[in-house]
C-alpha cells in the first residue's frame, strides 16, 4: 500500500494506492510556508494512511537525486533543504521505516500519467502542467527522463520574452508569466484563471483578450518544446485543461500556426491529462518502486 | 572507408574517414540553391573520394528518418524531398552501391562531437551550433536523441521574444534571430559576426553593444534549454567558439546570471567544440555504421 503525497501550491494532496495502483484512500491539508510545518504537514499526512508500505513526495520546485532541494520559487524558506533525509528521519521517530523518496512534483505527475494515464505506451512525451505556475516532465525514448542532476522541466522558467514580466525567480519574461493560470488571472483582472473564462465566456472584452493571448502563449511554450524535443504526445494538465476543447481547440491552432515547419510534419498530438490533480500524487506513489527496481 | 558529408549554409564539405575514425581525406563544393544541383553536388563530392564503403549527409533543415526532407529555411525548393532515395538511385546509377544515410546537419555535428570530440564520455549533452543560424543536438541518458519523428534539435527556432524579429522561418522572436552570428553581424552592422568581434575589439560602440547583446541572448536561449533539459554539459560549436574564451567568459557569466536556480545548483560546464567545421562532416559519416548496427 504505497503513499504518495503532492505538495501544491495551495494544499498537500495524499494519496494510498493498492497494488493494483488503484486509489483506495485519500487526504489533503493546506500547504504551509516553512521547512518545519512542511514536515509537520508531510508526517502528519502519511500517518493518517493505514500502514503505508513506502512513501513518495512531488516537491514544487528543484529537487536533486538525493532528495536535497535545490530551489522552489513558492516555498522560498526551504532552499538546499536535505528534505528527504529530514522527512525519513522524522517518520523513523515515529516507527515508520519504509523507503522515502522525493522528487520533482512535475515529475511524479508525468510518471503517473505515462504509467496509468493520457501518456499511456507513448515513448516520447513532454507532460506540461499549466497550474499556479508551469510545471514539465519528460519521458524520452520510453524513459523517464530527470536531466543529469534531475532538475529537468523547469519549463515554466524557460523565457519567452526576452526583458518581460517579472517572475517571482528573479528573472523576466518566462513562459509562466504568460501561459499559467494565475498569468490568465492576473491579464483579466479576474480572482483566478477559471474565473477569466468565465468572465471571457460573458463577453467581457478584456477577458475575452486575455484568453486569447493566453491560449497563444501556451502554444508558443509548446512549440518550442516541439522545436527543441519533438515528442509525440503533448499531454497538458491543470486545473484549466477542465475547460476541454474550449482550452485545446485555439491552443492546437495557435500551435500549428507558429510550428516551425508545421506544414510539412506531423504536429505532436496534444491530449488532456487523465488523473486529474491526483497525477502528481499518483505518480509519487510510485516513485519508491521504481527508483528500488533501478528502472530510469 | 566511410564518406561524410556536412551540406552548410555556403559549403558542402565532404570527409573520408578511415576504420579508426581519423578523417584521411576531404573536398569541398559551394553549396547549390537548388534539389537538382544538390544532388549533383552529393554525387560529384562523394565520387571524388577514393573506393568509399559507405555515406551519410548532414542536411540543414527537418529529415525524417526515411531520409525525406521536412522543411528547410536556407533550401527553401528542397521542401518534402525524398532526398535520400534520390542520392541513393543516382549513386546506383553510377555503380556505388553502398549504404546512404541522411540526417539532420546538427543532429550529425553532435554524434561526432559525442563520440569524439568535446563531448566523449558525457550521458546528458546538448550541442548548440551558433552558425548562420542555430543548431542543435542531443544526447539523453547515453543515447543520441532525436525525437519521436527525427525533428528534434530545432532550437534555433525556439522563441525567445515573442512578436520579435521576423525570421526567414516565418515566424518571429526566433532565438537565432539574436544569438547567430548573422545575427550578431547584423546588430554590429558588419558583414560577418567575426567582423562584429573585431569592430567590438577596436572599441566601437555599436559592435560592443551588439556583442554584449549577443552574449547575453545566447545566454538566455542556453539557460532555457538548460532549465528545460538539465544537461551535464553543452558543447558550443560554430564558427564564432574560436574566439575562446572571448565568447565563452562573459556566456558563461550571463548563463549564471539568469539561470533559474543557480545559486543553488551546478551549472553545466560549457565547453567548445573540438571538430570545428568538420564536425558536421565526421558525424555525418558515422551515420550509416550506426544505423546498421542498431544503436540509437
Known amino acids: 500500500m504505497r503513499v504518495g503525497i503532492d505538495i501544491g501550491g495551495t494544499k498537500c494532496l495524499g494519496v494510498m494506492l493498492d497494488p493494483e495502483g488503484e486509489v483506495v484512500a485519500e487526504a489533503r491539508v493546506p500547504t504551509p510556508s516553512t521547512t518545519l510545518t512542511l514536515l509537520d504537514v508531510l508526517v502528519d499526512l502519511t500517518t493518517r494512511f493505514d500502514q503505508p508500505s513506502s512513501l513518495g513526495v512531488g516537491f514544487p520546485g528543484l529537487m536533486n537525486s538525493n532528495g536535497e532541494v535545490g530551489a522552489s ?4 524558506e526551504v532552499q538546499s533543504e536535505p528534505l528527504r533525509a529530514r522527512l525519513a528521519a522524522r517518520l523513523h521517530d515515529l516507527d515508520f521505516d519504509f523507503p522515502v523518496v522525493i522528487d520533482n512534483d512535475a515529475t511524479a505527475a508525468t510518471l503517473a500519467e505515462w504509467k496509468v494515464g493520457a501518456g499511456r505506451g507513448v ?3 513532454v507532460m506540461v502542467t499549466l497550474g499556479t505556475g508551469i510545471g514539465g516532465g519528460f519521458v524520452f525514448g520510453g524513459r523517464l527522463y530527470r536531466g543529469a542532476r534531475g532538475y529537468a522541466g523547469e519549463i515554466g522558467h524557460a523565457v519567452i520574452v526576452l526583458d518581460g514580466r517579472p517572475c517571482p525567480c528573479g528573472r523576466r519574461g518566462c513562459w509562466e508569466r504568460y501561459a499559467s493560470g494565475t498569468a490568465l488571472a492576473e491579464a483579466a483582472g479576474t480572482a483566478t ?4 473564462v468565465v468572465a471571457a465566456r460573458a463577453g467581457d472584452p478584456a477577458a475575452m483578450r486575455a484568453f486569447a493571448d493566453f491560449t497563444r502563449a501556451v502554444a508558443i511554450g509548446l512549440a518550442n518544446l516541439v522545436n527543441i524535443v519533438d515528442p509525440a504526445v503533448i499531454v497538458l494538465g491543470g486545473g484549466l485543461i477542465e475547460l476541454g476543447d474550449e482550452l485545446l481547440e485555439p491552443v492546437r491552432a495557435d500551435l500549428a ?3 516551425y515547419g508545421a506544414e510539412h510534419r506531423a504536429i505532436p498530438r496534444i491530449v488532456p ?5 491526483r497525477a502528481g500524487a499518483i505518480g509519487a506513489a510510485m516513485l519508491p518502486e521504481r527508483q528500488s527496481t533501478g528502472s530510469r
Chains 1, 2 share one sequence.
Not at 484563471?193 to 477569466?196: I, N, S, T, V
Open 257 to 259: 500556426a507558429v510550428l
Open 73 to 76: 520559487a513558492h516555498l522560498g
Open 273 to 277: 491529462a487523465e488523473l486529474g490533480e
Open 123 to 125: 515513448d516520447d512525451l
Open 193 to 196: 484563471g477559471e474565473d477569466a
